[in-house]
């Protein structure tokens, strides 16, 4: 590979790291106001947030689920958390384009066009794995958790159209009512969304680690039985101790293993066919990462 299929990259330190703050500025820049336009409609961004938990509320019989917060500052901060992640979302494209930028100049154009992609691919699972945990898996995790509260329960909590709370449905006894907090039910769903988002980017992961010689595809066929063990105890923990959704988690991040895979095994096929091509490998020569030789 000749020296011009790379950009000058031969600026003094002083400059690269002068082109280092100007992308970092950009993308702060880019955060806050993304930032601002999700506060903006913070307010809706939470009422969407918490429909798995009103649907739930609704099926185990309270036609009027209300949510409470015990600060001043609580619901305040709430929505600011909101904003912190609805604008890192937001703002991800112009993020990822300012580091794309930046690494852009001292990288070969073969590694530019297998970079780019997966700068795309990443965002995308994320908003996959997103919108999984927060169709599926919350509720899922809603029903399971609500699910110990009995009917009258949540008959008991009532308020009525005069804001008068409704009197207790049990002659004795106590009534045992949810009472839910809106940080620490978006904390539910926020964690959920994070971590499933993460899950989703397994693919990313192992094929950039099969690009860089790291990881094979035989690797990773031989090491089935260990990823099935840390799916699981992934599962056990991101999850609630509901088998139902760890059987869903562990399905959809196992399928996520199987097809990093298949694409990892598609990169070496491409790249021991370059091999052969440029006369580094023999037609009867096959590659394998350096973790395969060592083994």
């Known amino acids: 590979m000749s020296d011009s299929d790379i950009d000058d990259s031969s600026a003094p330190l002083i400059e690269h790291l002068a082109e280092l703050r100007t992308r970092i500025i950009r993308a702060a820049l880019a955060f806050i106001i993304a930032m601002v336009i999700c506060f903006a409609v913070a307010g809706p961004i939470l009422d969407f947030l918490l429909i798995p938990i009103e649907k739930t509320m609704r099926s185990l019989g309270n036609p009027n689920p209300v949510m409470q917060y015990t600060a001043p500052q ?93 009197t207790a449905t049990k002659d004795t006894g106590i009534d045992i009512v949810f009472n839910g907090k809106v940080n620490e039910s978006l904390d539910i769903t926020l964690k959920m969304i994070v971590a499933f988002g993460l899950c989703f980017q397994l693919p990313v992961l192992l094929t950039l680690m099969g690009k860089a010689g790291l990881a094979s595809a035989q690797g990773l066929r031989s090491t089935r039985k260990y990823a099935v063990v840390g799916i699981l105890t992934v599962a056990a923990l991101v999850t609630p101790p509901d088998v139902t959704t760890q059987l869903i988690l562990f399905t959809v991040v196992y399928g996520l293993y199987e097809i990093s895979i298949f694409l990892v095994a598609r990169v070496e096929k491409k790249r021991t066919a370059e091999l052969r091509a440029a006369g580094v490998l023999d037609e009867d020569e096959e590659l394998f990462s350096e973790f395969d030789k060592e083994d």
């Open 74 to 166: 609580e619901y305040f901060f709430t929505l600011i958390r909101i904003s912190m992640v609805g604008g890192l979302a937001l703002a991800f494209p112009v993020i990822a384009y300012q580091l794309w930028r930046f690494v852009a100049p001292g990288l070969y154009k073969n590694e530019k066009n297998a970079f780019l992609p997966f700068l795309i691919a990443s965002p995308v699972l994320f908003l996959m794995g997103a919108a999984f945990a927060q169709f599926v898996v919350v509720p899922l995790a809603m029903t399971f958790f609500l699910g110990f509260a009995d009917l009258p329960s949540f008959v008991g909590a009532l308020v009525t159209s005069g804001g008068d709370v409704a």
